[in-house]
C-alpha cells in the first residue's frame, strides 16, 4: 500500500489545501493529512480545531485521514509507514522555502520522497495567513474556505 502524508498547519483549511488533498488522494492508495500540532497562541485556532476542520473538509475521501502531530513529519511519516511527503507549490518562492524542507527531509529520511503537487489556478493566491490577515479585517473569505470553515473564521473575529 502506497501511503502519503500531506502536512502543514492548516491554520485555516482553504479550499486550495483541500484541493490538493482531493487531487493527491486520487494518487496514492492512503492519504494522511498530518495537522502540526503547535502552541495555541502561535495559531489561530487549536490543533483539535483544524484538525476537526481539515476532517469535516475531506470526509467524503473514503482514503484520507486527517491526524495531529508534533516533532519532525519524517517521523510521523515513518510512523504512518508512508513513502511520500505531499506538498503544495503555489509560486517559486513557495518552491525556495520547499527545496530547503526537501533536501533537509532526504538527509534525515532517505526513503521517503518528497511530491510536489501544484496550486491550481484559483487558489494560487491563498494562503492561510492571507485568510486569516483579511478575515480578521471583516472580508468575507466564504469563497476562499470552505463553508464551516468561513462560519468558524466568523465567528472567531465576531466583532
Not at 495559531?43 to 508534533?70: G, W, Y
Not at 522555502?97 to 493566491?125: C, F, G, Q, R, T
Amino acid at each position: 500500500m502506497l501511503i502519503a502524508v500531506y502536512p502543514g498547519r492548516f491554520d485555516p483549511v482553504t479550499n486550495g489545501h483541500v484541493d490538493i488533498a482531493q487531487r493527491t488522494s486520487t494518487l496514492f492508495e492512503r492519504l494522511v493529512i498530518a495537522v502540526y500540532d503547535m502552541d495555541e497562541d502561535k495559531c489561530l485556532f487549536s490543533t483539535d480545531d483544524r484538525v476537526s476542520l481539515f476532517r469535516d473538509a475531506v470526509k467524503h475521501l473514503r482514503n484520507v485521514e486527517v491526524k495531529a502531530f508534533a516533532g519532525l513529519v519524517v517521523d510521523f511519516a515513518r510512523r504512518e509507514q508512508a513513502k511520500v511527503l505531499v506538498r503544495g507549490i503555489r509560486a517559486v518562492t513557495d518552491f525556495e522555502a520547499e527545496l530547503d524542507m526537501a533536501l533537509m527531509n532526504k538527509k534525515m529520511a532517505p526513503e521517503i520522497e518528497s511530491v510536489y503537487m501544484m496550486a491550481s489556478l484559483e487558489h494560487l493566491y491563498v494562503s492561510g495567513h492571507r485568510i486569516r490577515e483579511v478575515a480578521s479585517l471583516g472580508y468575507d473569505v466564504g469563497e476562499l474556505v470552505p463553508l464551516h470553515v468561513g462560519k468558524a473564521l466568523e465567528k472567531k473575529f465576531a466583532r
